[in-house]
């Protein structure tokens, strides 16, 4: 089985490593028996990703990369672990989706004339009321 992620990618079993783990918080005395949390690591380096992707998965601020270039996630929304499997699954997806697309490149616009005297109209209305404010003689 591959996870799929756009016509053209799709990862192997072997490139993601799922764990399950023993959640944290509450959930009584089940939740000191059964592993049902999943820690998802995938490692962006050695994967099978295009190189584009790999960069922009590196360069996203993403805090759950890390230093060694290793995706953590960590699933423990669910009771059951096939849930909480596919939670993570669906979160690694989401996550080289977003990198998939270039971002846009930003173009600095101006401000028009119009707005700029707008502006300016304001700031004098609001000195004139500020002005007033002050010390009264009598």
């Not at 764990?19 to 949390?37: C, D, E, L, P, Y």
């Not at 099978?48 to 922009?56: A, D, M, Q």
């Not at 989706?97 to 707005?115: E, F, H, N, V, Y």
């Amino acid at each position: 089985m591959s996870l799929f992620i756009s016509k053209d990618i799709s990862l192997g079993d072997h490139e993601i490593d799922l764990q399950a783990i023993r959640a944290q918080g509450a959930g009584g005395q089940n939740v000191n028996k059964v592993a049902s949390a999943i820690h998802l690591r995938f490692d962006i380096a050695h994967s099978s990703l295009p190189k584009k992707v790999k960069e922009r998965l590196f360069n996203s601020n993403d805090s759950r990369i890390t230093s060694e270039g290793v995706l953590i996630i960590k699933a423990q929304s669910f009771r059951t672990q096939e849930r909480n499997r596919d939670d993570a699954i669906k979160r690694l997806r989401e996550a080289i989706q977003r990198c998939l697309k270039a971002p846009k490149k930003r173009i600095p616009t101006k401000p028009s004339k119009a707005a700029k005297r707008r502006r300016l109209e304001n700031k004098k209305q609001k000195a004139q009321k500020k002005s007033l404010r002050g010390k009264v003689d009598f």
